[in-house]
């Protein structure tokens, strides 16, 4: 089993940048692949990237193609997720999610994963 804790999320204005991390306590964290999900006030929670569990792997929401960046370090067992050009819409909460994978497998679907992270705030001012 693994535990996930969010970090990263604060108050930026639109254009700036925020680092979120994610980082396991416990587990043997290269085994699972690791996603990104959000949830905004009223809305459902949505994808936004996931990383495989051997780093070679990634896929990223449409909304975050070319703006957001996800990484990992197998090292620290935490996944980092890069949010440049912040805008008003991806105000939401942040939650990390992991699920034990092959080594190239990356889910978009909430179902996809096991464990989950309490989730970060993440607000963008216009």
Not at 17 to 26: E, N, P, Q, T
Not at 67 to 82: A, E, Y
Request: charge should be positive; hydrophobic fraction near 35%; proline fraction near 2%.
């Amino acid at each position: 089993q693994v535990q996930l804790v969010e970090s990263g999320g604060g108050l930026v204005q639109a254009g700036g940048s925020l680092r979120l991390s994610c980082a396991s306590s416990k587990g043997t964290f290269t085994v699972y692949a690791v996603g990104w999900f959000r949830q905004a006030p009223g809305k459902e929670r949505e994808f936004v990237a996931s990383i495989s569990r051997n780093g070679a792997s990634n896929d990223l929401a449409d909304s975050a193609k070319g703006r957001f960046t996800i990484s990992r370090d197998n090292v620290l067992k935490t996944v980092f997720l890069q949010m440049n050009s912040l805008e008003p819409d991806d105000t939401a909460v942040y939650y990390c999610a992991a699920t034990a994978g092959s080594s190239t497998w990356t889910g978009r679907r909430v179902e996809d994963y096991r464990y989950w992270g309490q989730g970060t705030q993440v607000t963008v001012s216009s």
